[in-house]
């Protein structure tokens, strides 16, 4: 899970970046605070990458993908980019979780014991 979920946060600080540029050509918002907000939502992308199979981890992993969707009210793609991202982090999530499933069951065949039921 950790693989998949950390390749979507990544695609998501490259598309934060590409967004605070867009946003920079908004006369309303000044460049120091497009690049505050963008910095720190690029800072925690790469900090989620680590966190994300600790306790919390994929919850702040969806607040993400909320504040992502949300910021479309500055840079109107971002609706759709912040879907698309949201549809690719519950994938990571899902799948992630199966393929640790079927590793833990593998890796106890090969051990000749039986995967824990938790």
């Given at each position: 899970?950790?693989?998949?979920?950390?390749?979507?946060?990544?695609?998501?600080?490259?598309?934060?970046?590409?967004?605070?540029?867009?946003?920079?050509?908004?006369?309303?918002?000044?460049?120091?605070?497009?690049?505050?907000?963008?910095?720190?939502?690029?800072?925690?992308?790469?900090?989620?990458?680590?966190?994300?199979?600790?306790?919390?981890?994929?919850?702040?992993?969806?607040?993400?993908?909320?504040?992502?969707?949300?910021?479309?009210?500055?840079?109107?793609?971002?609706?759709?980019?912040?879907?698309?991202?949201?549809?690719?982090?519950?994938?990571?999530?899902?799948?992630g979780r199966k393929i640790d499933e079927a590793k833990a069951?593998?890796?106890?065949?090969?051990?000749?014991?039986?995967?824990?039921?938790?």
């Amino acid at each position: 899970m950790r693989t998949l979920c950390a390749s979507t946060l990544i695609g998501e600080f490259f598309v934060i970046g590409f967004a605070g540029l867009v946003a920079m050509k908004d006369p309303d918002l000044s460049m120091s605070t497009v690049w505050t907000v963008s910095g720190i939502a690029m800072f925690l992308c790469v900090l989620l990458c680590g966190l994300v199979t600790r306790p919390g981890g994929i919850a702040m992993g969806w607040a993400l993908q909320v504040v992502l969707i949300a910021s479309g009210f500055v840079v109107p793609s971002m609706f759709f980019l912040g879907a698309a991202f949201t549809a690719l982090w519950w994938a990571s999530v899902h799948y992630g979780r199966k393929i640790d499933e079927a590793k833990a069951r593998f890796a106890a065949q090969a051990d000749g014991s039986t995967p824990d039921a938790a």
